[in-house]
């Protein structure tokens, strides 16, 4: 899941600028019903400022990950750059311009 030093191409998403490294975010199967279903790279500088990137296309997509305080809800993960970051800090984490963001609908149970 890291990263190359390779500069993405704006061909995978409409928010991107041609040549410009940005970093990509990914959500999980269980969250296509508020997100998209392919990675997607848009500006930003931290996952908040990607969630936002995404909120026009996608409007429920904030309201799934964040709670009604602007926090990340306990049932999701994040991964940056192959590493689980902690709900509390990881939305105003910086994001290198090639980061690969996945976020996840946490499960449990056994």
Same mark, same amino acid.
């Given at each position: 899941?890291?990263?190359?030093?390779?500069?993405?191409?704006?061909?995978?998403?409409p928010?991107?600028?041609?040549?410009?490294?940005?970093?990509?975010?990914?959500?999980?199967r269980? /969250?296509?019903?508020v997100?998209?279903?392919?990675?997607?790279?848009?500006?930003?500088? =931290?996952?908040?400022? /990607?969630l936002d990137? @995404?909120?026009?296309?996608?409007?429920?997509?904030?309201?799934?990950? /964040?709670?009604?305080?602007?926090?990340?809800?306990?049932?999701?993960?994040?991964?940056?750059?192959?590493d @689980?970051?902690?709900?509390?800090?990881?939305?105003s984490?910086? /994001?290198?311009? =090639?980061?690969?963001?996945?976020v996840?609908?946490? @499960?449990?149970?056994?």
């Amino acid at each position: 899941m890291g990263t190359g030093a390779a500069t993405r191409k704006a061909s995978i998403s409409p928010r991107a600028t041609a040549e410009q490294p940005v970093p990509r975010i990914v959500f999980t199967r269980h /969250l296509e019903s508020v997100g998209p279903t392919a990675p997607e790279v848009c500006p930003g500088s =931290t996952l908040a400022e /990607l969630l936002d990137s @995404l909120a026009s296309e996608y409007p429920r997509l904030k309201n799934y990950v /964040l709670d009604d305080q602007g926090r990340v809800r306990k049932h999701i993960a994040v991964f940056v750059d192959g590493d @689980l970051r902690p709900r509390e800090t990881v939305l105003s984490a910086p /994001l290198a311009e =090639t980061s690969d963001v996945y976020v996840f609908q946490a @499960l449990s149970g056994g």
